[in-house]
């Protein structure tokens, strides 16, 4: 039986997660239209993203949004329509919701770009809840045996990491920095040692750097040290653009850097000598594609990455998205709302 009701979270007063921007409620539970599937959420990975929305940095679509991105759970509805699903089914709702289908980005394969592009959490409300909706052609199927604490982060900061390494154009055995070692930098890392990189780690965090070398990293340092040699790629997960520089100054000729955030603070000057002559490239990434999101949790079954996570209750989503902030969080944050996780 679906309930009238849900508990969830809202960003009520867009503002520094110190001031309390979230907000717990009773909304009712939302009726799936047609071809979206309603879902019974397991669990739902905390994104740095969610921070940004909530902070108010990611100028709210809506007011009074549940946020959420990350979502591991269970089809209990479907709308009107052929949606290709059935209620039972486990899927994973990730940030990109819906795009056009007909503009010229959709249609050269970069939806991703689509002007019209709507996302989980922002545009629409997400997993810090006991059920949202989701259009059934941009959900993911799920396997049934593997918990849905290890599922979770893949679903964006899995997604979002792998898009950004195929952005930094990596070539084979090559040197791989990547800077700041959260959520999805520590996917990142597993799939890039996988194909054979050697992966520099620069991060302000402690527990990040012995993170890093625990999973192979062949050498770790703070965020702005210069790494042993010059790198052939690059990717910024860290907000912060004053690394942009710190970056683009340790790649060799012809490196890239790709920078992974949907939010990043102001990029100081640049010298085009010191950061940007000899071919140096420097990218943006915006959102993914669901070939992305395919491609990768391919990548991810066929050799599953170590998922770094703790564990909140979903009482405590607010608690999760201040020690985010404060950089307490080991790997990625999961909410749930299921003592099964």
């Not at 921070?51 to 709308?79: D, M, N």
């Not at 007909?102 to 545009?123: I, K, M, V």
């Not at 989701?134 to 993911?140: I, S």
């Not at 620069?202 to 990293?217: F, N, Q």
Request: proline share 9%; hydrophobic share 40%; with cysteine.
């Amino acid at each position: 039986m679906i309930p009238a009701e849900m508990d969830a979270w809202v960003v009520a007063r867009p503002g520094p997660i110190a001031t309390g921007p979230l907000e717990r409620v009773r909304l009712p539970v939302p009726q799936p239209g047609p071809g979206e599937v309603l879902v019974e959420v397991e669990a739902c990975a905390v994104c740095r993203t969610d921070l940004h929305l909530t902070e108010g940095e990611l100028p709210p679509h809506r007011p009074r949004t549940v946020p959420g991105h990350q979502v591991v759970g269970r089809i209990v509805a479907c709308g009107e329509g052929r949606t290709g699903l059935a209620p039972g089914s486990r899927v994973g709702v990730a940030w990109l919701r819906w795009t056009c289908g007909q503009c010229r980005y959709c249609h050269r394969g970069a939806e991703n770009l689509c002007p019209w592009s709507t996302y989980t959490g922002w545009d629409a409300d997400g997993g810090y809840a006991d059920y949202l909706t989701a259009v059934a052609n941009y959900v993911y199927p799920l396997p049934d045996d593997v918990p849905a604490e290890r599922l979770a982060p893949l679903l964006c900061a899995g997604i979002i990491g792998h898009r950004a390494l195929l952005r930094s154009d990596l070539p084979p055995g090559g040197r791989l920095g990547i800077y700041g070692f959260g959520s999805s930098a520590h996917l990142t890392a597993q799939v890039a040692l996988w194909m054979g990189a050697t992966v520099y780690v620069m991060t302000r965090s402690e527990k990040a750097r012995a993170l890093a070398t625990e999973l192979g990293a062949t050498w770790v340092g703070g965020a702005t040290d210069t790494p042993p040699e010059p790198l052939d790629s690059a990717i910024l997960f860290a907000p912060v653009g004053e690394l942009v520089p710190v970056a683009l100054a340790a790649l060799d000729r012809g490196g890239t850097l790709a920078v992974a955030g949907i939010h990043l603070s102001d990029i100081p000057s640049l010298n085009y000598d010191a950061h940007l002559f000899r071919e140096r490239s420097l990218r943006s990434v915006t959102a993914n594609t669901r070939a992305d999101g395919r491609e990768f949790l391919e990548i991810a079954a066929a050799r599953p990455p170590r998922v770094a996570t703790v564990a909140y209750p979903f009482d405590a989503a607010d608690q999760a998205l201040r020690d985010l902030a404060g950089d307490r969080v080991e790997g990625s944050a999961v909410l749930s709302t299921f003592s099964s996780l």
